[in-house]
Structure formats: C-alpha cells, structure tokens
C-alpha cells in the first residue's frame, strides 16, 4: 500500500462508514436511477440495470448533480463514472479509494475489473493514534438507543450466570466418524422429548477429531469445547468414539469446569448400545433443562454477531450500514457486538484501529490482521485475491470496496476486545474474532465467541443457518421477494424511501422478537443448522 492509499484508509475511520451511509440515504431522494454515496466520489451505483446510451441523473447529496450517458450497459448494483479519471488515479466509493484506474476512463462509462485494480500492498505498520475512540463512543452513545425505551429481552439465566436465548438440547462429538450416530440420535431424541420443556435437540456434524496434530487438533477442541459451553444449550451431550485423537478425557480439559448435569460424557466404543444409552443420557439433560424459564434479562447481556456473505454492490449501502447501526445500539446499552471475517477488514483496518479502547486493544488489532496476511504469504496465496465471483458478479471489484462496505456492519462504537479463534467475549463492546470470510466457519466462529444471534446481510442470498438464530438480511428487494423461505429482513427498502432510523427501529424490535423466544429465523423453521471448523494444520 501506498502513502497515500494508508492516509486515505485512516482517514476513512474518522467519518468514512457513517459518511456514507448518510449520504447515502440523501442522495436516494434526488435521483431515483442512481445513488452516489459521498460528494467525493467519481462513481454512482446503478440503482436498475442501465442500457448504453440511456441518460440518467445523478445527485450527491450536497449539491453537486448532473447528467451522465451511459456508454455501455452497467448492471443493477454497478458503478457508472461521473468523473472523469486517468489512468493511474484512485477511484472513490464512500468517499474513499476502492483501488487505481487501469487506463483512462470516460464519464458515463461501467467501473469494474476490467478498468479497476486494487491499490493495496502487503504487510503494513500502523500508528497508534490515541482520544480517537473515546470520541466516537461519544457520538454513539449519543445517537444509538431502542425503540421505546426498551431495557430486557425475555431470555434464560443458567446456573453459572450465562444467559440464553434458546432452551435447547445440543449434541456435541468429539470425532466425525460418529455423525450418523449423533444424528441419529438427535432426531430420536427430538421425537421422544418432544413438549418437555425444551427447544429441541440438535447435532452439529463435522468431519474432524481424528488424526489431527498439534495447533490442529487444538484450534478443532477449542471450537468444540466453546459450542459446549453456550447458553443456548440447557444441556449438552459430548459423544466420543473412542479411538480418536480428540479423546473424551482430554476434551473436558479443554472445556474447563462444568456442570455435571449440564453437561453428560459418552463413549460409543465402551457401551452395548450407544443410541439406548445416549437417550437415557439425554433424558437426564431434559429434566435439568425442564428448571430453566424466561426471565427478563437486561440487554447488556445479548450478544450479537456480524457477518455478510453473497454480497453485491448494494450490501455497503444498505443491509451493512443497517446492521451497523444495530450494533451501535447494542453496544450503547452495554452489550457486545462481534465481527469477524478478518481477510475482509484488509484495506479498511484504520477504521477499527482507530477505534481501539487502548494501546493495548491497538495492538492486537494490528496483530490481528498481519498475522491473516502472513497466513495468505505462507501458504503461497495473494493476500487480496478477493472479492469472490459472486462479489463481482454483484458489482463489488476491489478488496478495498468489499472491506469498506463490510466493516460498516461493525458500526462506530470502540473496539474493546480482540479474540482468538474458539475464545469466548468477556468484554462488552465491539469485540473482533479471528476467522475467515468463509461463511459457515465464520459463523461457527462467532456462535464460539458467544454470539446468541448472528445477522447475516447477503445480496445474492443463502440458506444456511449456524448454531444459534441466522438472521438473513437481503441488501435489495428482489432478492427479499424472490427468497421469502430464506430472507429474513428485507434492508432493501432503504433504498425506496425508507429511513435508516425507521429500519433500524424494526431489526432491533425484531432481535428482541427472536431472544425473547417470540419469533424464529427462517433457519430455524427449516432446521438449517450447520457448522465448520477452521483447518489449518496436518492430519496423519
């Protein structure tokens, strides 16, 4: 990265998001066509798809407006130049730079690969700047509140001071040559406790648990180990096979202290019928399950975790903006909001370390993001081969347009923590989580950190669902309209003269909804459960 590309990145942390969004939602207004998102932009993102040679207006919200031809069809959720650029110059989305120009580029013509390339570099070193997060925290306490004052969610309060929102039964297995038995035995035990009290009994199959080595091995029992101790989960049932390099004995090492009524250990190798035994097992989790009832819990308890999978070029400008604002109001009432998806904060990371609580938070923010890259380097992989086709297909070109809508869902409060892999949040705030932008394993990641509820924002749609509540965001109404089985939140109409607040007002009352056991994603109802461990190591 250049000197430049770092001061403009930096800059971007100052009011680069909020910017955008505000400028965003004015410019909807004046031009139906188009929408440009900061007054220093050179682009306008097509709001239909635009023919060459059609005419259509643009406005920027702060009295610049105009004109443009189009000289070659540009996509819905594309880029159209309204600025001329040369050869060589950056290109602002957000008011900030998405990458360099490839060769001269005429007004009215489509932005994308073939004219666009990033300007990022390698591994960086950054400057702690320090007063830049109290201020923001200010203006987030100051803006962020619920809708009617609310202070509680009806939620679950265990034995050891977790709370949850779910009263389930969660199988967990040590090793993956056990699945079908889990799986098995989830789907008896959901038929035979069905009406006892709880929210169902459910297993997260996964290949891993045998033949693993070292950090391997250990990345896959902290992970599993974090699943266990989730206040979703009244009750959990580890299974073992028996065999396995995850062994039932060393795995409660790694999980720590524990309930031992909460918590019921099987080996499969060393009883005569593991689904008799399992069920018997699982009985007993029911009735300790049975004692738990909704109690209002105070909001600073929900946890919350970020993520945007399928993205296209309206996801920086409605549903990630959207959730930001969300987080925000999490945050201001003492709660915590995760975000990871770490290759996805490159070229946006002065943002989030400009919101660092301290030095210290600074530092392993810094820390945080080099060692993603020097796990690209490693492995012999272009650090910003990203974004994905589905991204471009989309509209998105750059790492640096993808990392600048993506941290919009982190919001503006202060990065109060940074988290290992399988580690969980302790500390209310934003709270940043080592994982990919994978998107099984980063919502596996977040479920592990303590997430209760993740939202998930998406352009092109999924229908995936993590452990806990998967709440599925679509950045534009057709995508809400044609995938009412998967979609969850339509963000889209932010865009069709709907207000950022109102919205706003609508998710946060929704999440309450769901924490309080009022409401289920859409996951949920279709039993759409899934996770995946984060690999990086040898297997014999």
């Known amino acids: 990265m250049s000197e430049k590309d770092t001061t403009q990145a930096a800059a971007a942390g100052t009011n680069g998001a909020n910017g955008a969004a505000a400028a965003g939602t004015a410019a909807v207004a004046a031009a139906s066509d188009t929408v440009v998102l900061n007054p220093r932009d050179q682009v306008a993102i097509a709001l239909r798809d635009i023919r060459a040679g059609e005419t259509v207006d643009w406005s920027d919200g702060a009295g610049g407006e105009g004109a443009v031809r189009a000289l070659r069809d540009v996509p819905r959720g594309h880029k159209l130049l309204i600025r001329p650029v040369a050869a060589r110059q950056h290109v602002n989305k957000f008011g900030y730079s998405i990458g360099i120009a490839k060769e001269d580029i005429a007004v009215g013509d489509w932005v994308h690969t073939h004219n666009l390339k990033t300007g990022l570099g390698a591994v960086l070193e950054y400057t702690y700047k320090p007063g830049i997060a109290a201020s923001g925290a200010e203006a987030v306490t100051q803006a962020a509140s619920f809708p009617g004052g609310q202070s509680t969610f009806k939620g679950y309060v265990r034995d050891d001071g977790q709370v949850g929102i779910r009263n389930e039964i969660w199988i967990v297995n040590t090793v993956g040559c056990i699945n079908k038995t889990c799986e098995t035995l989830a789907r008896l035990a959901t038929r035979q406790f069905e009406g006892r009290g709880i929210d169902g009994v459910f297993h997260f199959p996964h290949p891993y648990g045998c033949s693993q080595l070292g950090d391997d091995l250990t990345a896959t029992q902290k992970l599993l180990a974090a699943l266990v101790r989730h206040g979703n989960a009244a009750g959990v049932l580890v299974i073992g096979l028996g065999c396995e390099n995850n062994q039932v004995d060393a795995f409660k090492k790694v999980i720590g202290d524990y309930n031992p009524e909460r918590v019921k250990f099987m080996k499969s190798q060393e009883v005569e019928d593991e689904l008799e035994e399992g069920l018997s097992l699982i009985g007993e ?184 509540p998967t709440v599925k965001i679509a950045t534009n109404s057709q995508l809400a309209d044609r995938k009412k089985n998967w979609i969850d939140f339509n963000a889209g109409r932010l865009i069709e003269g709907m207000s950022m607040d109102a919205l706003r007002d609508e998710l946060l009352a929704q999440i309450v909804d769901l924490a309080s056991g009022e409401k289920q994603t859409n996951n949920e109802r279709n039993g759409f459960r899934e996770i995946a461990i984060f690999k990086d190591g040898v297997i014999l």
């Open 285 to 468: 989790l029911v009735d300790y399950a049975e004692r738990f009832v909704r109690t209002d819990v105070p909001l600073s308890k929900l946890r919350i975790g970020l993520k945007c999978g399928g993205s296209d070029g309206f996801s920086g400008i409605t549903a990630n903006p959207l959730v930001g604002r969300v987080a925000d109001a999490i945050t201001s009432v003492g709660g915590t909001a995760l975000l990871t998806e770490v290759p996805e904060m490159f070229g946006a990371e002065t943002i989030l370390m400009e919101r660092a609580a301290d030095e210290a938070v600074f530092g392993d923010i810094v820390k945080l993001v080099n060692d993603f890259k020097d796990y690209f380097i490693r492995h012999g992989q272009e650090i910003y081969e990203n974004p994905s086709p589905g991204n471009k297909d989309g509209g998105i070109t750059t790492l640096e347009e993808k990392s600048l809508g993506c941290t919009q869902k982190g919001g503006h409060a202060t990065v109060t923590d940074v988290l290992a892999y399988g580690e969980p949040s302790r500390k209310p705030g934003l709270n940043l989580v080592q994982a990919p932008g994978n998107d099984l394993v980063s919502v596996t990641a977040l479920s592990a950190a303590g997430a209760h509820v993740v939202l998930f924002t998406t352009g092109r749609g999924t229908p995936f669902g993590g452990p806990v």
